[in-house]
């Protein structure tokens, strides 16, 4: 039977809208271009939330955190060229941490394409290195079939960014077409053999450890992780910057491989019997530079699981292989029945112990009057356990990292890739999905100016996001490996900051200066309660580097070595 699409003419940007809403997209983010203005026009009638941005990078970080949140694809448009190369960012950012992501890019006239035409891009060569499928769409007729194809690529396996290029002239050019059929995402289950051999090889162990990672994840199959971890009474760490896929307050939790880690965590793998590596890929952060595990064969047996059949043996040849989904794995490990005899349980509580003591905040003390310490036992005090915490990249994103307690799914947004400036585009991503969820950007002052204008989108819609502003003048990770490296030969590395109250105000939204700690208190109530987008500008003593290092300890260290 004929669809009474393939009966009516439609524009290509017609049907390119008509495909997104029935593959279930609610919202989008752009910045407005002419090589696309006849889906701009299609939207003007379509129920798709459109979120304007000021910066081409930033509108695609916004999509990756929707598409991190959510498991389905983040959707971005940008114009061609110019609008292109700054939205590579956040393409990037979705390549590294496993997101899906579909950017959506202007592209010359056909008949103009290959002259070098005005803005005119080689898609595939600019971003073939960083996205799963890159392609141009030059027949109207084939957008159901090639916008279906996207989806199903951006989200299978090991999920990324797909690169959609849109001709001008196809955009405006009538065809008749039937619509796809929605998208559907395949579940790969783990074998009855693979999971009796996985059983054999845990109640065999004297030390195991699970490492959770990667993306594919839900809140169901994070429950099912947690049930699985309690029967078994098995320690389980996260990977680098994937706190959100295991409850910081349950017993087995033991922390996470971030950059900084804990050296008793570090050494409780080290010193395994037994690695489940379950969803991630233990790159080059997580695994301290390649460290924990030996490539390509690991010391200690693993156990790796992944949802895309090339990341198993790509580096680290497994014991054994488990090529599942997340959420299918975890269903069948909560199933699993746990032994009796389970000789590991002392060294569960002893791991989560250790994780305790590490991430206190009240043990900390730095130098100057603002102790990020107490900032963040205020933050744990105020804040509801599901507040979704944004950060870039940086030296501050250790004080969220070590000190908040991730407790739910889908809280966690930050760029495994160490992207600056994710963390206020990522925010309002996340407060334009759910706006009645709390949302707080940490974010440096480096960082901040990276996408700072994105505060103007958020006060553009109302979302009272919270922005934590660590000023220390310079960029301070750089500084700490130049004074580790070259001691005392400051060099490029110090920066003159504006007011940034003050740009919160005129942007329209709140801001407050907080220089002492008993400051933070009182602000940190009033940002809450102004129901703006709004500014904490904390100033940090540029000794305190880390929670526990000062520039002058590291300059110190690297001079005695010389």
């Known amino acids: 039977m ?27 983010f752009c910045v407005p271009g002419e090589s696309y203005l006849a889906v701009l026009d299609a939207l003007h009638d379509a129920d798709i939330a459109v979120t304007v941005c000021r910066q081409e990078g930033g509108a695609a970080m916004m999509a990756e955190a929707q598409g991190k949140l959510t498991g389905q694809p983040g959707i971005c448009f940008v114009t061609r060229g110019p609008g292109a190369t700054n939205a590579a960012a956040g393409v990037h950012i979705a390549h590294q941490d496993s997101t ?75 065809c008749s077409v039937a619509n796809a059929q929605p998208y559907r995402v395949a579940e790969t289950h783990p074998g009855a053999a693979d999971l009796a051999e996985l059983q054999t090889r845990l109640q065999a162990a004297e030390r195991p450890v699970l490492i959770v990672g990667g993306s594919r994840w839900s809140a169901p199959a994070v429950q099912d992780l947690a049930r699985f971890a309690s029967a078994w009474q098995l320690p389980v760490f996260c990977s680098f910057r994937r706190q959100m896929l295991f409850p910081a307050d349950h017993p087995c939790y033991g922390g996470d491989l971030g950059l900084g880690a804990n050296p008793q965590l570090l050494a409780r ?34 156990v790796h699981a992944h949802a895309d059949a090339d990341e198993l043996g790509r580096l680290y040849r497994p014991s054994l292989a488990l090529h599942a989904t997340p959420q299918a794995l975890a269903a069948a490990l909560a199933a699993l029945p746990a032994p009796e005899q389970r000789p590991w349980s002392a060294q569960t509580e002893a791991i989560h112990a250790d994780y305790l003591r590490w991430s206190d905040p009240a043990a900390i003390r730095i130098p100057g009057p603002l102790q990020m310490g107490e900032v963040m036992q205020q933050l744990r005090a105020e804040l509801p356990a599901d507040t979704i915490f944004c950060n870039g990249a940086g030296n501050f994103a250790t004080w969220v990292h070590r000190f908040w307690p991730f407790r739910h799914y889908a809280s966690q947004l930050a760029p495994t890739s160490g ?29 901040f100016m990276m996408h700072g204008q994105e505060f103007a989108t958020a006060v553009q819609y109302g979302l009272p996001l919270l922005v934590v502003l660590l000023d220390n003048a310079m960029y301070g990770t750089i500084r700490m490996h130049q004074e580790r490296e070259y001691p005392g030969r400051v060099s490029a590395t110090a920066l003159k900051n504006p007011d940034f109250c003050a740009y919160a105000r005129a942007f329209g939204g709140h801001g407050e200066r907080v220089e002492r700690t008993e400051d933070f208190a009182p602000a940190l109530a009033r940002a809450r309660a102004s129901g703006l987008p709004a500014v904490l500008h904390c100033l940090l003593d540029p000794e305190a580097i880390t929670p526990t290092g000062t520039l002058q300890g590291l300059r110190q260290a690297a001079l005695a070595r010389r």
């Open 269 to 302: 793998i080290r010193d395994s019997d037994l690695v489940v590596l379950l969803g991630g890929r233990l790159s080059e952060v997580p695994s301290q530079g390649y460290t924990l595990l030996d490539i390509p064969n690991p010391r200690q047996a693993l």
């Open 419 to 447: 992207s600056m400036g994710y963390g206020l585009p990522a925010g309002v991503g996340a407060k334009r999905l759910w706006p009645q969820r709390d949302v707080v950007v940490f974010a440096g002052d480096g960082d």
């Open 2 to 28: 004929t669809s009474p699409q393939a009966l009516t003419p439609r524009t290509g940007g017609q049907v390119l809208v008509d495909q997104l809403i029935l593959h279930g997209v609610q919202q989008l």
């Open 100 to 174: 899906p992501l579909i950017l959506f890019v202007g592209q010359v006239a056909r008949e103009a394409l290959g002259r070098e035409a005005f803005q005119e891009l080689d898609y595939g060569a600019v971003f073939g290195t960083m996205s799963k499928w890159v392609v141009q769409i030059d027949d109207p007729a084939r957008l159901p079939e090639l916008i279906s194809r996207a989806f199903h690529v951006a989200t299978s396996g090991r999920p990324g960014p797909v690169v959609v290029a849109l001709p001008e002239d196809m955009l405006t050019e009538a």
